[in-house]
């Protein structure tokens, strides 16, 4: 859709004069229950990615509503966000499922020194999802140290199921997965701007009995983008889970308020006005919100990670986490800033030299 300034405008006025649509419940229901692939786990609809949650009373809030998935991470918060789950959950840690992912895994070993860093982080014997982390290639899902690392966790008993995730090259991560035959589940970025054949692959894993946890899903999360009265998120998130192959989501609750609002919007369909917010939102962020299409990688003569580097300014700008777009950058290829000139073409609108250009100032920023 094409969409000039002035017409975004008036169009986002129109709306902001239309009534509401979306039906309010007096209390948010229970998430409905899924089956997360083989694992014959069932998990909440709405789960919970705790990534930038610092408050574990929203963990727990969580937990009393109704949400039973939980996903984090061994380096997430600098290493203390899996104890922050930890603390939210406390003695009820058996009623859930917990997802973590590995600090390493360029070998065996290191995917079990980090799955016992985990172990003791979230004060648990075992974890439930076990996953690789930010995979983007079919060789790095078949990597023979990999399915050995995993095989011996489940063997052990320190995990019951094992995952990947990725970010990026997800159509090729998911069918490498599928190929395996090791992985349970995939989490992978899904959202309403998903890239051609995207959900192909969600069917197609989940056909095979792995399963799809979708994360992102609110497409940047990008509040200056939202038109008063369309709420895009809410119907982004109402977007994904109908979606199907869709076992659970992962959106982000950091405050009361977040969790309060995505439980109510999981409890009513998509519709209509749900469209048109999304609509108007996507108009409003293509230049600056990767679709994770992949078709950028490869083009930078230096090597620069053009999709991490518009994914830190996503968590900056959209997510209001400004040290974890600085973690995303400093562990990604960023030769940017002695360039004179980006020449990095993306086919889904992104203004990618524009990006390059607000990345280095915010390198600069933050080195000041």
Sequence with gaps: MEMTRR???????????APLAFPKPARAALPATRTLGRTQLAVSELGM?????PNPEVVRAALDAGVTYFDTARVYMGGRNEGILAEGLGPRRKEVVVATKCASY???????????????ALKTDWIDVYQLHGVSSRGQVLAPECLEGLAALKKSGKIR????????GMI?????????????????????????????AVRRAAAAGVGVIAMKIMAGGYSDAAVPALNPFQGALRWVLRQPGVATTIPSHVTFE??????????VSFGARDALALEVYA???ESRHCRACGGCVGQC??????PALVRALMYREGYGQPELARETLAAASFPCASCAECTVICRSGVRVPERVAAAVRFVGEARA
Excluded at 161 to 168: D, E, N, Q
């Design 301 to 306: 003569p230096r090597g620069a990670d053009v």
């Design 7 to 17: 017409s975004f405008l008036k169009f986002g006025a129109a709306a902001a004069a």
């Design 283 to 285: 108009a409003a962020i």
């Design 49 to 53: 990615g705790v990534m930038i949650t």
């Design 106 to 120: 360029g070998s065996a070993v290191s995917i079990a020194a980090s799955c016992d860093q985990s172990l003791a």
């Design 172 to 200: 090729e991560v998911i069918d490498a997965a599928i190929e395996a035959g090791v992985y349970d589940t995939v989490l992978t970025t899904y959202n309403f701007r998903e890239p051609p054949g995207l959900g192909a």
């Design 161 to 168: 199921f094992a995952g990947v995730t990725t970010h990026s």
């Design 258 to 267: 977040q969790l309060k609002e995505n439980l109510a919007a999981a409890s």
